[in-house]
């Protein structure tokens, strides 16, 4: 049964009004303490605070049911846009669960938006407040250090996910399934409260090449994105395949190994093949390159493909949504493994932890369709019961010829991303 929580703290406002503004802002400077929504890349994106609306939704459904429920939203509202780019007027912002019929959605709808896209800024507000007034009511003194930080194994410590790991190799090889993606969990105490703000700056100053989100206590710095739509032009970027970083000249070796190895290129594969099959239904044109790029991030690279598409005008399919899109392409391989169906399988056998909202679609959606999402990945889950705890996780691909010892480092890697923001 698909279960839909809609809160609104008090009645919805009907007057959404974006205004440009002269000098574009820091975007992640902006943000509060508490309650701190972004989507950034290379200091363009949205940032946003408090609640107009809130959508909380788990089912077969629930995709369908936020779309609807965000249709019905935003034709409710009274726009005045001036500004008229992909991330003005209306947005709600949105991180899904890696299983949206068993795990829990959230999509917010903030009270304010601030977005920088192609050199031109803007704020969006509800209501009738002064844009002067929220700029102006920016945090102006940096969060205290969070002190000692102490670290506990999650689910499965490292001995027992090496033999995860190589029991999956063995189903593999057995021939149920040519790929799964086993994550892991790390959890974190400091000293004092943990600060989003202070933590996505540091991300996005590490990785500016990522996407640095926060959704409702979920943050990271995501390389992947899933799927962004601009009018009808489609495009994805997909990962998979990873090396650690190195020294000087073993750096370069590090990346023709990537590059050159085929168990890597064959992962990569996949999952290029399970984004393409399940987006091409929706398109008139779709190119995804023969050959994977090299992504270079500051602890590891992967292998990239930028797949781009255009699509159809025509039918039920042309005229879906993007949290319709979305639904269609996630999970793909890169996070849950092939066939998808027996991947998943595996992992709620193997893995031994709930996921929740981790590897699951992150980003947003404007009143007119357009919107970003990426892939909740490299990131960490804040604890709602205490402010000075969070659950790290990393995940890697398993293929035949996967060694257990090598995934390990992989996530250990993955895990660095973060830590190097706790503990900078």
């Known amino acids: 049964m698909s279960v839909a929580a809609v809160t609104t703290p008090g009645a919805v406002t009907p007057v959404v009004t974006t205004t440009p503004l002269l ?122 250090a969070p002190g000692r930080l102490r670290y506990a194994d999650g689910a499965l410590d490292p001995a027992s996910w090496c033999a995860t790991v190589a029991a999956a190799v063995e189903r593999i090889d057995a021939g149920e399934l040519a790929k799964v993606v086993l994550a ?25 090449d990522c996407w640095t989100f926060a959704v409702d206590g979920l943050l990271g710095a995501t390389p992947e994105l899933l799927l962004r739509r601009t009018g009808r032009q489609l495009s994805s970027r997909v990962l998979a395949g990873t090396a650690p970083r190195g020294a000087g000249a073993d750096d370069e070796r590090l990346a023709a190994g990537l590059l050159a190895s085929a168990k890597d290129r064959a992962e990569h594969a996949l999952a290029v093949e399970s984004l393409v ?35 159809r005008r025509a039918g039920a399919r042309g005229s879906a949504g993007l949290l319709e899109l979305v639904g269609a392409v996630h999970p793909t391989a890169a996070v849950c493994g092939t066939p998808t169906d027996a991947a998943a399988a595996l992992i709620g056998e193997l893995e031994g932890m709930d996921r929740g909202r981790y590897a699951g679609p992150v980003g947003w959606v404007d009143a007119r369709g357009d919107g970003e999402f990426g892939l909740a990945l490299r990131c960490a889950e804040l604890s709602d019961r205490d402010p000075a705890s969070a659950r790290l996780f990393a995940g890697c691909g398993i293929v035949a010829g996967s060694d257990p010892a090598a995934e390990l480092a992989e996530t250990q890697a993955k895990f660095a991303a973060f830590q190097a923001a706790l503990e900078s």
């Not at 959890?187 to 590490?206: E, G, I, N, Q, Y």
């Open 23 to 144: 000098e574009p802002p820091a975007l992640l400077d902006l943000l509060p303490a508490a309650g701190a929504l972004s989507w950034v890349r290379r200091g363009e994106g949205l940032v946003g605070w408090g609640e107009a609306a809130r959508l909380e939704v788990t089912g077969p459904r629930a995709l369908a049911e936020a779309a609807a429920w965000w249709e019905a939203h935003s034709a409710g509202l009274d726009v005045d846009d001036r500004a008229g780019v992909p991330g003005s007027g209306p947005v709600v912002f949105a991180s899904i669960a890696f299983d949206p019929a068993a795990g829990t959605s959230v999509f917010v709808v903030p009270e304010v938006v601030v977005g920088r896209r192609d050199g031109l800024a803007w704020v969006t507000t509800s209501g009738d407040a002064d844009p002067a007034d929220v700029l102006s009511a920016a945090p102006r003194t940096a969060p205290s």
């Open 184 to 208: 892991r969990d790390l959890l974190v105490t400091a000293d004092a409260p943990l600060a989003p703000r202070a933590l996505l700056a540091r991300l996005a100053a590490r990785f500016p």
């Open 277 to 311: 099959r399940a987006l091409d239904p929706y398109c008139t044109a779709l190119t995804a390159p023969g050959e994977p790029e090299l992504l270079t991030l500051a602890n590891v690279r992967h292998l990239a493909t930028d797949v781009t598409g255009v699509q």
